[in-house]
């Protein structure tokens, strides 16, 4: 399966010092043209096919091809919401039997995972994202911040030292954004990260379709594209991200159970009964 990574710019890209080539001035008639080839592509967005699928957002520290857990499992549907699966979930993972959902990253990568989630939801999803979690600082900057609600206070330190992040309406840098995704501090623990993740994701789908960092958008599809794996091509990639820049994020919700302590490991059992209505709010 082709997995996509971020390229280098063509040497004919680049001038004698190495930095991209700028362009002259641009007259009326290519402006009108720019906004027209803008106009007709957020049609195409909102009407093409590939914009409405559902994608496994998988968060590591690791690349798709390396053997690592996935600390965060999301399955989004371009158009429509968010489902997010704890990690420690107990489920199937075919051809290796039951264990934790993140699991299945460490023994097949992203495509067992992929095939995992599907068995679970009963959806068909096929798409993946794997998104380096250090690429979350260079991704927030290159946006110029990203600004949400901080329910708890965030207290932590990094290479950099330390990081303090209080309650109320926050506007987070790149290195403070990826401490709030990272934090597990709280009583909740990886159910409360889970949520402010998702709370992130939609705020960062605001930054992104909002008209003022129009300017930014260039710079900050680099920066994703360096940071991610996928098996979708960059036009699939960016249909889906342009549908939910545009149509937001709907529906959000953590896949249902509870905590569950089997022969002295950790699980998060999933509620057969409320599971596939949350899906169906969601992903469906």
Not at 96 to 125: M, Q, S, Y
Not at 152 to 159: A, K, N, T
Not at 251 to 274: H, L
Request: hydrophobic fraction near 40%; charged fraction near 25%.
């Amino acid at each position: 399966m082709k997995v996509y990574r971020a390229g280098q710019l063509d040497r004919k890209e680049r001038g004698s010092s190495g930095r991209p080539r700028r362009g002259g001035g641009i007259g009326l008639r290519r402006a009108l043209f720019a906004a027209g080839l803008v106009f007709l592509v957020l049609l195409l967005v909102l009407a093409w096919p590939f914009g409405s699928q559902r994608v496994v957002l998988l968060g590591s520290d690791a690349r798709a091809e390396e053997a690592s857990r996935a600390d965060t499992i999301v399955v989004a549907k371009g158009g429509g919401g968010m489902l997010a699966v704890p990690r420690d979930t107990l489920v199937e993972i075919p051809e290796v039997g039951e264990d934790k959902v993140n699991a299945a990253f460490a023994t097949g990568g992203p495509e067992l995972t992929v095939e995992t989630v599907e068995g679970l939801t009963d959806r068909r999803i096929n798409n993946y994202i794997v998104i380096d979690f250090g690429g979350v600082e260079e991704i927030v900057d290159a946006i110029g911040g990203v600004t949400l609600t901080v329910e708890e206070p965030i207290e932590l330190s990094d290479d950099e030292g330390p990081i303090s992040i209080p309650t109320g309406e926050q506007a987070l840098d790149g290195r403070e954004a990826l401490a709030f995704v990272r934090y597990r501090g709280t009583p909740t623990a990886d159910i409360g990260r889970i949520g402010r993740q998702q709370q992130f994701l939609q705020a960062l789908a605001g930054e992104a379709a909002s008209p003022t960092k129009l300017p930014r958008l260039p710079a900050t599809a680099l920066a994703v594209w360096r940071n991610i794996d996928t098996n979708m091509n960059p036009v699939q990639t960016g249909f889906f991200a342009g549908r939910v820049g545009l149509q937001g994020i709907g529906e959000v919700a953590i896949y249902p159970g509870v905590p569950q302590y089997i022969d002295g490991i950790s699980y998060w059992v999933p509620d057969e009964n409320a599971g596939p209505q949350a899906v169906e709010e969601t992903i469906g």
